[in-house]
Each structure stands twice: as C-alpha cells, then as structure tokens.
C-alpha cells in the first residue's frame, strides 16, 4: 500500500487513516463522482457512455405524430449551431433503434428529433425508425430494400437493348440531346443558383419563392431522379451531397402542402427508391411529418398551407376553402410515407380525405375545385381537369395502378368521374378539335389549360382498365385530346405552346390575349405524348416531342439556363428569367423516356407522381403496410 511506504506515517484505524484525512479523502471522491456525473450532460449526443447513463431520459421518435393527433403541437424545433460540425459517430452508433425507450409513454412526451444538419445526417445514418403499428412499440421498423428490388418486373433502368442493336441510332443521337439538356440545365443551376430553389438565368442567381416556408433546394430534390436515370452519375453525386450535407428541415416558414409534397417528399421517396439510399428516405420521412398539422382541421381535409411553426393552425387565416387538386394529390406520396416508416397516420390522413369525397354529394357526378375544410361543403361550382382540379383525377387512377390493382375505390371514383367530366365538360370544335372545357356552375368556359393537357396521357393509361366495350374509345380519346394539345403548340410562331387557349369565334387552339400566352416550360403536353407513345408506339409522338426539344433550344435556352418565355406568338420572344424546376423532374424526364426503351421505368413497376416522380407499384402481399386496406 502507498501509505505504509510514507515516512512517519502511523496508521490510526483499520483503514489506516487518521480523521481530518479520513475527510478530506471523502471530500475528494464525492468531487470526483460528481464531476464524472456532470461530464455526461456535456458529451456529444453520439456518445455510447451518454447513451448507456441517460437511456431513460430519451424519448420513442414518432411520439410527437401520436401528440399531434391527440390535438397537441408538437415541440418548437431548435436552431441549429451555426456552420455545424459534421457529425462523427463511432461505428454502429447512432442507429435510432438504440435510442427508443423500450417502453411507450402516456402524457405527451416527445421525442428529441433530429433537427439541425448534424442530427439529420446522424439519423439518414441509421437504417430503421420505430414502428407505431399497435403492438410494434419498440421494435424498430426496417424497410426491406432488397426484398423490394427482387418484385420489380424490370430492371430499373431497363435493358437498354437499343443501344447494342443500334449504337448510332438516330433515337439514340436524340435521347443523348436530351442527357445533355439536363446536364446544361443542372450545370447552369449548380454554377448560379446551388441551394436556392430555382434559378434565375438572366441575372445568373437563385429564387427562393414563397411556396415552400423556408425549404431550399426545390432544383436539387426535383432532379435527383431525373438525374439518376439519366445516368448522369456525377451530377447524382453533387445532388446527394447537397442533400445529406445541407438539405435543413428546421425551416419555420408557411408552406404550399401540395407543393411540398409533389417535389420535396416525391423526389426524395424516388430518390430513394431508385437507390436505397438511406437519407431520402429519413428525409421524406421527417418531412412528411412537418405536414401533418395541415389536417388539423374539422374535416381531416387539409388546408393548402401548412406553418411550419410548430402548432400553429394555419387553416383559419388561409381562406375558406380547399383546392381539390391539392388535397386530392397527396395519396400517392402519403402511403409510401407509411410503406416505408411503418407509422400508419400519413395512410390515415389521405384515407380520410377519399371519405370525405366518397361521401359528399357530387353535382352532376362533377368534382367541383374548391371545399371548404371546416363544413365539408363545396364552396363554388367551377369544375376544371386543368388547373385547380387537374392532378386530383391523376391520383385516382395512378392510386389504383399503384396498389397492384387491389384499390377498386380509387378504380371505381376515376371512371365515374370521367363519365360525367365526358358528359358535361367534353367538346369537339368546328374545326375537329376535341377539348376538355371549364364548367361554371352549367355554364363552359370554352378554353383548356397547358395543364389540362396532361389528361390525353391520364386516359391512355386508364384506358387499359376500363371495362372491355370502353377500352378503344378510351384510347381514341386521349389521342384526340393530345392532338388538341399539339395543335396549341403547331399554331404559335415558336412551337411552343399558351398556357391557355380557346374555341371560340372561329379562332382554335390558340391564346386570345397576352397574359395566356407565354410558356413556363411546363411538361403537360410532353408529358402525354410520352403516355401515347408507350400505348401505341406511333412515331407521331417522337415526332412531335422531337419538335419541343428544338423549340426549346431555340427559344428557350439562354447563356445560362433555359428560360420560359413571354410570348409564345413572337418569334423573337422575352424570356421570364425562370428555370422551373419541374422542368427539370418532368419536361426534360418525359422527354428523355419518349426516346427510350419501354422497360427504362417501366409502367408495369412504376406510378410517377404529378411532379413526375416514379414510384414504385406494389407488388407485394396484401400484408403490406400501406396497402393492407384495400
Ligand atoms: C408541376 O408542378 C406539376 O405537374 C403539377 O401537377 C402542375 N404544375 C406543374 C407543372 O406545370
């Protein structure tokens, strides 16, 4: 012993000490104790020893979603630091299963969810979130990624048979036109505008817009897919690195719910589904759960902004009333939300909305534009299948595609609705031209949208499941409308087309007045002739789509990006200095897959959402978590 050896030292108890030093060494230890205790407060959050000692003070993630539901607002989010650290874990920590408490509690407790660019990147890490399927409390949830790529009928990014046959096609030569569109696109946005949500080529800079409360990086998450399948795999890369690295949730802003989902949440579900890459999915996940207090309203239906400050219910103060195209544009999304975190409330959300719509009386079988959330009731007759009412009919049929052709509701409400929209809303023109017009409580408005010219894809590709004596005329129809919409862009000087245009006073298929005619490079139109051309292979429609792709560079492609125009009947138009963003995920996509083989995406394993995000049909048991109701 230490002590014995000390000169002049007499031990003075069994212990060999004496009083005061007896004291002083208690002193000493009780230090030392507390010390340790409070160092574990001051660790970093990835410490294993913090986890082991403070397990108890964690809370189950996904509790915040149950709290919201009982009507409690969910915690503030926090700050984060300023230029964070990147966060590094030791291996195998910071998998978020560790960190749920093994027992559910009562009362409202929330868990602390990853917020900051830190916490985000520590939980993209992990690879499974807790289940909060009755009975699942505690166990994490894991997606079976590989399970899910073994059901595809098809490669993802198909055979590419083509180019071994013919590697100097012509088809070829123009799908790689195309590659490089994108590639100049991304290239302009990544250079001017990286991290903005869009950029603007004219002054060479980024545009946040007030559509997304605050989310930055509209271009980066749009094209991730886009991308992917164009195997412009560079590209890929800075677009995933701008995602783990500072794609921030903390955002307090008020935000379109629909835009929020048909971009954010749907290019980050493909993103992942096309790579199993973790942080998409983790992402879309914590994403869809900011807009949850949306549907915080008497109905269940949501109301069109959603405030990301936690709690707040934005309903009151954003109008009376609802867009059937935004609340009806959820379903899609919302059900791969549950497929892949197992938490049933984003399938119960848009469950609910299909009540509502099921339940309420239809005028004429018409589905009018707007409803109000807080009596249920519809709030004016204008029914429209182009904007306003456009992607709700959309969802309807791609809801029965995507489910296996297992969800007959969704089936059973698109072909209804179409007969009526047949009934009240459909026209052929003097001229021949056959169009989808507006109704204003009985009355037409005699004009069709750029938007409602996704309709001629939409009935092409429900064409096949609509009952056998309709089949041919389903078909017929949407090649007349896409012919319409052809006709919009053959009549303008730039071979573009107006955002809208009329049947009236002998003038056909065209603009009446400036403030119709200019072209945001908008996808509708290409969008259909892609549809068309996967039905029927007519050589039409790679014809027609070929005649985008120059209009596009002739007028629409400028030093630094390319840019919608003012005018689409002069030939020397202005440019609006705007690089949509859904030029990217949708003109340029659908474009490139009119030049490629079939199974690249194939619509057999494939549903794309309105943003033109693919996701995956199910093709798995009935047992499947979304899908398991139908
Ligand atoms: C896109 O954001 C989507 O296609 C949406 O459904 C309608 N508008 C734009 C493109 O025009």
Not at 120 to 132: F, K, L, Q, V
Not at 358 to 364: A, V, Y
Request: charged content about 25%; aromatic content about 12%.
């Amino acid at each position: 012993m230490l002590m014995r050896k000390v000169p002049g030292f007499v031990p003075a108890s069994p212990w060999g000490l004496r009083l005061p030093q007896k004291f002083l060494f208690l002193l000493f230890l009780s230090g030392l104790v507390t010390l340790c205790f409070g160092a574990l407060f001051l660790l970093p959050h990835s410490s294993r020893l913090k986890r082991l000692f403070l397990a108890s003070r964690t809370q189950q993630p996904g509790l915040e979603v149950v709290a919201e539901i009982a009507g409690h607002a969910p915690a503030r989010e926090q700050e984060p630091p300023p230029n964070p650290a990147p966060a590094a874990p030791a291996p195998g920590e910071d998998d978020l299963s560790s960190r749920v408490s093994p027992r559910r509690r009562k009362g409202g407790l929330r868990r602390t969810r990853p917020t900051g660019p830190r916490e985000e990147a520590t939980a993209a890490r992990g690879n499974s979130i807790p289940a909060s399927r009755p009975g699942d409390e505690g166990v994490p949830f894991r997606f079976d990624f590989n399970a899910f790529r073994s059901r595809l009928r098809h490669p993802v990014l198909g055979t590419r048979a083509d180019e071994s046959q013919e590697p100097q096609s012509r088809v070829r030569a123009q799908r790689e036109k195309i590659k490089e569109m994108m590639q100049f696109a991304w290239q302009s946005y990544k250079r001017y505008a990286m991290g903005k949500n869009e950029l603007r080529p004219l002054t060479k800079d980024g545009y946040e817009g007030n559509m997304f409360g605050g989310l930055s990086g509209a271009t980066v998450i749009d094209s991730l897919d886009t991308l992917y399948l164009m195997e412009l795999k560079e590209e890929f890369q800075e677009a995933k690195a701008w995602v783990e690295e500072s794609f921030h949730l903390n955002v307090s802003g008020e935000a379109s719910l629909f835009e929020v989902n048909i971009r954010y949440i749907g290019g980050l579900l493909s993103a992942f589904y096309l790579t199993g890459e973790e942080v998409f999915r983790i992402k879309a996940i914590r994403l869809g759960e900011k807009l949850l207090p949306a549907f915080n309203t008497p109905t269940g239906i949501p109301k069109g902004v959603v405030s990301f400050k936690s709690g707040s219910w934005g309903w009151a103060t954003a109008g009376s009333s609802s867009i059937l195209a935004e609340f009806g544009s959820l379903h899609l999304e919302f059900l791969h939300l549950t497929e892949l975190s197992g938490n049933q409330v984003f399938a119960e959300k848009v469950r609910n909305i299909r009540k509502v719509l099921r339940k309420i009386e239809k005028p004429f079988g018409l589905y009018p534009n707007f409803l109000s959330p807080v009596s249920g009731n519809w709030v004016q007759h204008h029914v429209s299948v182009g904007g306003l009412g456009d992607s709700f009919y959309e969802y309807l049929i791609k809801s029965w595609l995507m489910s296996g052709k297992t969800d007959m509701e969704a089936k059973n409400m698109y072909y209804e609705a179409l007969e009526a929209i047949e009934t009240y809303l459909l026209n052929v023109s003097p001229g021949g031209l056959t169009y989808i017009a507006e109704w204003r409580g009985g009355i037409l408005d005699h004009k069709m949208g750029h938007l409602a010219c996704f309709s001629g894809g939409m009935i092409a590709l429900g064409a096949e499941d609509a009952k056998e004596e309709k089949r041919a005329h389903y078909r017929e129809l949407a090649a007349q409308i896409t012919k319409t919409c052809h006709e919009s862009y053959a009549r303008s000087d730039t071979k573009l087309g107006p955002e809208a245009f009329w049947f009236n006073s002998g003038r056909e298929a065209v603009a009446t007045q400036l403030s119709e005619s200019y072209y945001i490079l908008r996808p509708e139109v290409v969008e259909s002739y892609m549809y068309l051309w996967r039905q029927t292979h007519n050589p039409i429609y790679r014809e027609w789509g070929w005649e985008v792709v120059l209009a596009l560079e002739k007028y629409c492609r400028t030093e630094a990006g390319f840019s919608g125009i003012q005018d689409v009947y002069s030939s020397n138009p202005n440019h609006d200095n705007k690089q949509q963003s859904f030029f990217l995920a949708e003109t340029l996509k659908y474009l490139y897959l009119l030049f490629s083989e079939d199974d690249l995406l194939s619509l057999e394993d494939w549903v794309f959402n309105t943003e033109a995000h693919p996701l995956p049909v199910n093709h798995s048991d009935s047992s499947s978590r979304a899908w398991g109701r139908y």
